[in-house]
Nanobody, 124 residues
């Protein structure tokens, strides 16, 4: 069983930065993908980014490309999401999720384990 824990959320001004962390514990697969998703009130959960623990390959949603960067500290089973040039539209609960295997995925249903989320609020 794998457990995921997000941290690093908070309140920032537009144009500011935050770094989110996702720590995995328990038995992780040899190869896996960590995805980041976000959900604002009244809206569907949407894909933000994904990274492979094996290859380091990444994928980003168009809405965050060039502003967000996801990276890995594999020995510590930790994944980061560095968010810069934040906009009020980025306000949401951010979740990390794990998918077994090599292939990056953007759909919620393709991930096996989820954290409980961390709130990010960007004020104007």
């Amino acid at each position: 069983q794998v457990q995921l824990k997000e941290s690093g959320g908070g309140l920032v001004q537009a144009g500011g930065s935050l770094r989110l962390s996702c720590e995995a514990s328990g038995r992780t697969p040899n190869t896996y993908v960590i995805g980041w998703f976000r959900q604002a009130p009244g809206k569907e959960r949407e894909f933000v980014s994904a990274i492979s623990s094996f290859s380091g390959k990444t994928e980003y949603a168009d809405s965050v490309k060039g502003r967000f960067t996801t990276s890995r500290d594999n020995p510590r089973n930790t994944t980061f999401l560095q968010m810069s040039s934040l906009k009020p539209e980025d306000t949401a609960i951010y979740y990390c999720a794990l998918r077994t295997g090599l292939v990056l995925a953007t759909r919620n249903g393709l991930y096996d384990s989820w954290g409980q989320g961390t709130q990010v609020t960007v004020s104007s």
